[in-house]
């Protein structure tokens, strides 16, 4: 017998769906509005391709993938939108997001650094090891993108536009920001080399650089190149895949198997408890607004109520079950 333990897929109304309170990055800049304009006419055409992924709140559902889609959607003013529901914490709901657009390409460097600054010394989810493992990527990898910030910001717009590598950037720190950009200035102009910048910093020195005809340039090498052409890629045609099933379950684990199906009873309450909310809120609403001859009974309000706490103290038990079954040796891992 096979048990579905996929995430649950629903039609949500775009009203009770809002931005993630924490975002990898700014969906208000010029070239983003342009980006989600082009998007909403090709789902205007296609359709949604990819259902947007939420997390259920107390009221509401918070976007944790699809935030672009989410904005196209609601830019062609959509009622609903299909949406996968999962039950994440914050740090959780964060890791989805950078894994999203760290392994969709989607961030330049800085943005990777300032999202891993958030994860790792803002809010304090995890180390350096522990995010590096989660996308995937080396620990030099998410190491070398927070040290960018410690750049100028003029230096770090170079980044961002492509006229220089993380190589070129990462030569740069130990300098003072005068020389940082004198040197910037030169490898820009002259096309230097990763080896000759750090040639010039560690043998011959700035001095160098005013005599910089004599050193010897690699014309071969651009330095407008794409900053991550020196890094690790990986595929990422199924990333929402990945996204929606890091729960890392083996299929012969039985007790895995439980602790998702429990998982998912909580996710299914939680959406529940929403919707009970939504009905009280409408009562009262309707009792508010005063029409003549009419008025919700007191008795079924409160019915709804008991409805409510019934939900919550089911939910309470999934909770304390779950604990209970993760406590367990593993050994004696099984419902009786």
Partial sequence: MSIDITPIQEYLPLGEIFPAKVKVRSYDSDSQVSTIKELSLSIKSHGLLQPIIVRPLK???EIVAGHRRFLACRLLRWKKILAFIKDLSDSESFEVQIIENVQRLSLNCIEEGQAFRLFVNNYGWGGVTHL????MKSEQYVSSRLQLLNLPKNIQGHIINGDLTVSHALELLSLSEKEQNTIVNKIIDKNLSVKETRA?????GISCISNIPNCAINKTTGSKQNVK??????ESDDMEDHLLNNDNVGTDSTNNIHLLILKKAKVYLKISLNRMDNLINECDEMNGNGNPGFKIDDDVRNHLLKFRTTMHSLLDEDINLTLKLKRRPQSHRSFV
């Fill in 200 to 204: 010039i910093k560690h043998d011959t």
């Fill in 59 to 61: 009221e509401g559902f």
């Fill in 132 to 135: 590096a493992r989660k996308i």
């Fill in 229 to 234: 052409d020196h890094e690790m890629k990986m």
